[in-house]
């Protein structure tokens, strides 16, 4: 079965050839054409992050009187596929996933209103909350790692007020986070 290929390609080399040739034109105008994008233009990511600050209570305390009243509020939004709440010291946070179905400006919308009214709920302490969406743009372009010699006095002071200034005046640098270094105070 696979003898005919070799033979058609010696007794056709001409059309071998010319059909060698349209792969490789089709394959430069694609080149050209298909834009180079870390994520595809249109991709939306269906899930919205929730962000309550606490004051210092334990993650026992921060379940109970914050994550629990959140979670009542929010099953309640249109289109609600999966729920997770994590309670840390002094802050509880949620995710939520919605169905593909759902416009994220929606979900984002219903979850504000949730919100809205589940902070009556919430204990007195609790004044802000934060939701975060994802988007694209948000996309760190480059991430680096950073050795720090155990000699440095301050690592935390060197990063943020030596690296990350110097850093944020390179032309085209939009943000510099700088996580993993404790501050001494």
Known sequence: MRRWLPAFSVQRPITVGM???????????AWQRIPLEAFPSGFVLNQLWVFVPYGDASPRETEQAVLRPMEEHLSTAPGVKEMGGRASTGSGRLRLEFHRSVGMDVAYNAVVDRMERAMADLPDEVKDYFIWKWDPDDTPVLWAGVAIPEAAEDPHLLMTQVVAKRLERVPGVGQVDIWGVDSKA
């Open 19 to 29: 059909g060698f040739l349209a792969l490789l034109v089709m394959g430069a105008i």
